[in-house]
């Protein structure tokens, strides 16, 4: 009896998401044709995580469709048009659903990157596709597109790409491994007084000899104050981070301006930017953030100017005051102190 009261359960919860999810849809719709689209996305999106169904999942392409997500799109109407054999509200919509697919597909291209090492990580505008060699040809949205290559020990690998729809296109990368510093060895020679008090002269003057041979690092910045070996550094740190917030905020509003000439009534030199009611917004986005791009690269050059004005602040105020020079020995005997300096002018 117990089994029985409750095997319903799972009917009435699955019932119940799909509800939800069938409300989510339908304020969706409401949203979208009011001219809504960016405000529905995130409800579709909703509805598809709770109840993943070929009718949530052609909504959802839709949508992505007319936002001009074009690779989103191919994989949910996808999804949409294969998951079941039939499906009442996919076959009443297979013909709309079918060529949205097309048009989807018609602003992808395919790119194929090989190279070496393997196990390097792909990213395409900062999204990781994986690690080399790739499987398959990746789809990616026509248009400009940030590849990186990276690699632990390898130089990064930076390029950018212009792909067109319905192209396809190789990319071949070498990374080439990073620079090791090459290590300098500091000998000190002392010899202190002992049973060998009687060393012949010739012995002294074999190790001075011996002293001159060897590479002896100039002191430099281990007579800074900390504060003036960190501010470098610290000044270069900013700068990348401002560079990476240029980078970031200049991407965005490339995405802002491309919805806003995806919408046919937006223009840049139109009263209120446009008829259509989208305009303005995406262009007063677009301008912020081009903005804060331009912004972020100023204050990026201002802090790298600033990072190697101290670097080479620092090269000379070491250099001048270094006591010690390449090729400097100091020779302590029984009897004899010995001092030897070599300089290139």
């Not at 409300?23 to 598809?48: C, S, T, V, W």
């Not at 949530?56 to 989103?72: C, K, N, R, T």
């Not at 090791?180 to 010899?191: N, Q, Y």
Request: proline share 6%; aromatic share 6%; glycine share 8%.
């Amino acid at each position: 009896m117990l089994g029985i009261a409750l095997a319903p359960a799972p009917a009435r919860a699955e019932s119940s998401d799909s509800a939800k999810a069938e409300e989510l849809i339908a304020k969706a719709n409401e949203l979208r044709r009011q001219g809504h689209d960016e405000r529905a996305l995130p409800m579709f999106r909703e509805a598809y995580s709770i109840s993943r169904t070929p009718r949530s999942a052609g909504q959802l392409g839709l949508v992505e469709l007319a936002l001009g997500y074009w690779d989103d799109a191919s994989t949910y109407l996808t999804e949409s048009l294969t998951t079941v054999r039939h499906h009442p509200w996919v076959d009443k919509n297979r013909a709309m659903l079918e060529t949205a697919l097309q048009t989807a597909r018609s602003h992808l291209a395919e790119l194929t990157v090989d190279g070496t090492p393997s196990g390097a990580e792909l990213f395409l505008n900062g999204k990781s596709m994986g690690n080399l060699p790739l499987p398959a040809a990746v789809s990616v949205n026509e248009g400009r597109i940030e590849m990186e290559v990276r690699a632990s020990g390898y130089k990064t690998d930076q390029r950018v790409l212009t792909l067109a729809g319905k192209t396809s296109q190789r990319i071949v990368v070498r990374l080439e491994k990073e620079a090791k510093a090459t290590p300098v060895e500091a000998v000190a020679v002392v010899t202190q007084p002992g049973a060998d008090d009687a060393t012949p002269p010739t012995r002294n003057a074999e190790r001075v000899a011996s002293a001159r041979t060897r590479d002896v690092p100039a002191a430099g910045d281990d007579d800074l104050p900390t504060w003036r070996r960190v501010l470098p550094w610290s000044l270069l740190a900013g700068a990348v981070v401002a560079g990476a917030f240029g980078i970031w905020q200049q991407t965005d509003s490339k995405n802002d301006l491309d919805s806003f000439d995806m919408i046919p009534g937006c223009g840049a030199d139109a009263p209120m930017r446009g008829s259509d009611p989208r305009c303005d917004g995406l262009y007063q986005n677009f301008s912020a953030k081009r903005t804060r791009a331009f912004v972020g690269y100023g204050v990026a050059g201002a802090l790298g100017a600033g990072a190697i004005g101290v670097f080479i602040w620092n090269a000379v105020s070491g250099s001048s005051a270094s006591p010690a020079a390449p090729g400097t020995a100091l020779i302590v005997g029984p009897r004899e102190v010995a001092f030897s300096f070599t300089h290139s002018f």
